[in-house]
């Protein structure tokens, strides 16, 4: 089989990755990266704005469960690195399999075309027209801030987390009222950074849905250590064993927040040390959703509003993609159904990489996906028909999702062990089988003008 040229889109964990993966297989292929940098969300202050790091960041996941499988973090590490560690580890990843040389920094995809008889023509910023055979969409989808749509107007400061950087950038967050909005680990990590006494703030913390908070640690042991899920056990049975653990955990409502409208493990719970320390001591003032915004005061659920010069929506990510016209492919309500969150049924010659919230650790789960997209583009890999497709996609998102409160941010929730096993064990040698048996799939533009070149100049 004669090889495809592949573009991969972004050089965050998910680029980076795939661009391993196809160095492995010597796929010839191109990273374009709109920055200057690799690292993507984990580059703090990316000059191509899509960094949600803050500077004090702290990975949530410890390091024991967020290295990549073919390259351990350092042991000197700590067990939650701070977000400069996690972009140096990428850095060395990138040294250690020689993956600048495939990547074009500075070089964003414009537009995404699909020619009419397969393959791809990228619209670059800096080198023009380029075609390929393959497409590997690994853009993010943390960077595209979704803001609420509350009634009323409010005359103070809003901004969304994504943009949050210290107590002095983009605002001075010192002696003022300040209201967050949201509860996950970003809404946690800032509520908490500014309700310290010394800012001479007064922080209000506002959750729709409310959510079940769980430490880092279990004694002197990062709690996700002790995170497994098993292929060989009922889901339903594993869940009912954790939310035996509400008592170690805490319920919400004892520090004032409100009930959680679902049950312990139906929705992403937030991981914070500080946070109920927070609200224990006074410092953070939990309030219930937002009904209405009038001038410089908000009004609760509860029948009570307090008056703000700031408020900070720490209310999740859109997944967008810029490149591609919006009725070629789009996710509203942040849905967009992948098979096995990677290939897009009919598409042949287009993946996606990196989009799915995996639980407990997301490095890991990129580099499972890369496995597939290796093996797709040298023929060891041939998805099922489009029909089998869309049934089995169907049944992953009741298996991952099916039990989860109905929100944007679950859309893409999945279970990383369960999800690798699947890969492991069963997907990745059936499409072996099914290449063999019935052909790898085949690339329109392979050996013509679809190969990697600029349009209209010599290859």
Same mark, same amino acid.
């Given at each position: ?14 680029? @980076? ?257 500080? @946070?109920?320390?927070? @609200? ?180």
């Amino acid at each position: 089989m004669t090889k495809p040229t592949v573009a991969v889109i972004g050089a965050g964990i998910s680029g @980076l990755t795939s661009s391993k993966m196809l160095s492995d297989y010597d796929v010839e292929h191109t990273v374009f990266e709109a920055s200057d940098r690799i690292g993507g969300n984990w580059a703090f202050e990316n000059p191509n704005g899509h960094s949600s790091a803050y500077r004090s960041l702290h990975i949530d996941t410890s390091k024991h469960q967020l290295s990549f499988k073919d390259f351990p973090m350092p042991e000197e590490y700590p067990d939650f690195p701070h977000h400069t560690e996690v972009k140096e580890y990428l850095e060395s990843y990138c040294d250690a399999f020689s993956l600048k040389d495939n990547i074009e920094f500075q070089n964003r995809v414009l537009h995404a075309q699909r020619l009419p008889g397969g393959g791809w023509e990228l619209d670059t910023e800096k080198t023009g027209k380029r075609r390929f055979d393959l497409l590997v969409v690994a853009n993010g989808h943390h960077w595209d801030p979704r803001y609420p749509d509350f009634p009323g107007t409010f005359d103070g400061i809003e901004m969304h987390a994504h943009h949050y950087v210290d107590i002095k950038t983009p605002h001075d967050f010192t002696g003022k009222r300040i209201l967050v909005v949201g509860l996950g680990n970003s809404a946690a990590d800032i509520a908490v950074e500014l309700s310290s006494k010394s800012l001479q703030n007064k922080l209000t913390l506002s959750t729709r849905s409310g959510a079940w908070i769980v430490p880092k640690y279990y004694g002197s042991t990062p709690a996700d250590k002790f995170y497994r899920t098993s292929p060989h056990i009922p889901l339903k049975w594993q869940r009912k064993v954790l939310q035996m653990m509400i008592p170690m955990v805490g319920r919400p409502e004892d520090f004032g927040l409100p009930t959680p409208n679902h049950k312990f493990f139906e929705a992403h719970p937030t991981q914070s040390l500080e @946070l109920p320390l927070r @609200l224990g001591s006074g410092d953070v003032i939990p309030k219930p959703n937002i009904t209405r915004l009038d001038g410089d005061t908000v009004h609760f659920e509860d029948g009570t509003s307090g008056e703000f010069d700031i408020i900070i929506y720490a209310t999740g990510y859109n997944i967008t993609f810029p490149f591609f016209d919006e009725d070629f492919i789009s996710a509203p309500g942040n849905v967009i159904d992948l098979y096995k969150r990677i290939i897009y049924p009919g598409i042949d010659d287009l993946l996606f990489h990196g989009f799915a919230q995996a639980t407990p650790t997301l490095f890991p789960f990129v580099e499972s996906q890369a496995r597939l997209i290796g093996a797709y583009a040298v023929g060891n890999y041939r998805p099922p028909s489009v029909e089998d497709m869309h049934r089995v996609i169907k049944e992953d998102m009741e298996l991952y999702t099916g039990h989860m409160l109905d929100r944007p941010r679950h859309t893409q929730q999945l279970d990383y062990f369960l999800y690798e096993h699947n890969m492991r064990t069963k997907e990745l040698p059936e499409g072996l089988k099914r290449a063999r048996e019935q052909g790898p799939v085949t690339w329109a533009g392979v050996g013509d003008a679809t190969t990697d070149k600029k349009v209209g100049a010599s290859a």
